[in-house]
């Protein structure tokens, strides 16, 4: 099976810049979507960016839209969030997920099978 390892967040001031890592290893023998998500205190999971298998397909909330890109590098096994201009409303634990059904970029919970266990993502005013 797919696990599915975060890293990259940390503690950074309004304005600043982060970069997430999202690597899969175990068994990456079908193609999937990746996902991020973000959990703050007292608020749902949503999701953040999403990516295709060939990267062709992209979506970004619209919180995020022109501050956040999604990458991903097949042959590394890995998927990256690059997140520039950060606010403090981003703060939250940020989630990679992975979706196996064939949705070239699934848009809810469900749509995912696989997910990581969370970075910690801080922005201070």
């Known amino acids: 099976q797919v696990q599915l390892v975060e890293s990259g967040g940390g503690l950074v001031q309004a304005g600043g810049s982060l970069r997430l890592s999202c690597v899969a290893s175990?068994?990456?023998?079908?193609?999937?979507?990746i996902g991020w998500f973000r959990q703050a205190p007292g608020k749902e999971r949503e999701l953040v960016a999403a990516?295709?298998?060939?990267?062709?397909?992209?979506y970004y909330v619209d919180s995020v839209k022109g501050r956040f890109t999604i990458s991903r590098d097949n042959a590394k096994n890995t998927a990256y969030l690059q997140m520039n201009g950060l606010l403090p409303d981003d703060t939250a634990v940020y989630y990679c997920?992975?979706?196996?059904?064939?949705?070239?970029?699934?848009?809810?919970?469900?749509?995912?099978?696989?997910w990581g266990q969370g970075t910690q993502v801080t922005v201070s005013s």
């Open positions: 997920a992975a979706g196996f059904s064939g949705i070239i970029v699934p848009k809810t919970n469900r749509g995912y099978d696989v």
């Open positions: 175990g068994g990456t023998f079908r193609t999937y979507a």
């Open positions: 990516i295709s298998w060939t990267a062709g397909t992209t």
